[in-house]
T-cell receptor, first 114, second 118 residues
Framework: AQSVTQLGSHVSVSEGALVLLRCNYSSSVPPYLFWYVQYPNQGLQLLLKYTTGATLVKGINGFEAEFKKSETSFHLTKPSAHMSDAAEYFCAVSDQSPGNQFYFGTGTSLTVIP | DTGVSQNPRHKITKRGQNVTFRCDPISEHNRLYWYRQTLGQGPEFLTYFQNEAQLEKSRLLSDRFSAERPKGSFSTLEIQRTEQGDSAMYLC??????FGTGGRGGYTFGSGTRLTVV
């Protein structure tokens, strides 16, 4: 079975500070991992994904994440927060089943303080 | 690529009424998914289609829920005899193939339909 745990439902950072959003997963098969961002009253937008290959993946808007198998983690980082980064962030794992369904975490709300 | 379109954006209905939502996926995408997102939670899988075939349904999809994709293009999700617990954001997503086997990786989500049952 697959599941995702996002530590910290709310994270606040100062503008220009490092953003670190934590994600740990549980998967019985090699996982495919994703980070999505959701702005108020909007759908989810893909930030980045890990499927195979390089474990450090870069996404849009300066975000990146590193897949660490030994720690079953896929934390999201950004060196310098911008006001426009304030949003809800979801980590997801796919089980590679034919259905290809995603299992999402409960989300982390990021607040950026000016 | 005009994105995934969902209509209506908002729906308020009285308990016991039937509601229907529509999703128009990206035109070349053969897979279409429905998810439900309640307040403070991540999206939960409901069902998916490959072309017109509904291939998987979650246990969350009670017999009051039905989804169709008649011509492998747009899809509808109907909820009969709505209950207050059905209040949620209903998200549609589409994809081309299965990532890792030629797909683009990840889904493209629509903006969702927010259902409020009063």
């Amino acid at each position: 079975a697959q599941s995702v745990t996002q530590l910290g439902s709310h994270v606040s950072v100062s503008e220009g500070a490092l953003v670190l959003l934590r994600c740990n997963y549980s998967s019985s098969v090699p996982p495919y991992l994703f980070w999505y961002v959701q702005y108020p009253n909007q759908g989810l937008q893909l930030l980045l994904k890990y499927t195979t290959g390089a474990t450090l993946v870069k996404g849009i808007n300066g975000f990146e994440a590193e897949f660490k198998k030994s720690e079953t983690s896929f934390h999201l980082t950004k060196p310098s927060a911008h006001m426009s980064d304030a949003a809800e962030y979801f980590c997801a794992v796919s089980d590679q089943s034919p259905g290809n369904q995603f299992y999402f975490g409960t989300g982390t709300s990021l607040t950026v303080i000016p | 690529d005009t994105g995934v379109s969902q209509n209506p954006r908002h729906k308020i209905t009285k308990r016991g009424q039937n509601v229907t939502f529509r999703c128009d996926p990206i035109s070349e995408h053969n897979r279409l998914y429905w998810y439900r997102q309640t307040l403070g939670q991540g999206p939960e899988f409901l069902t998916y289609f490959q072309n017109e075939a509904q291939l998987e349904k979650s246990r969350l999809l009670s017999d009051r829920f039905s989804a169709e994709r008649p011509k492998g293009s747009f899809s509808t999700l109907e909820i009969q005899r709505t209950e207050q617990g059905d209040s949620a954001m209903y998200l549609c997503a589409s994809s081309l193939g299965v990532f890792g086997t030629g797909g683009r990786g990840g889904y493209t989500f629509g903006s969702g339909t927010r259902l409020t049952v009063v």
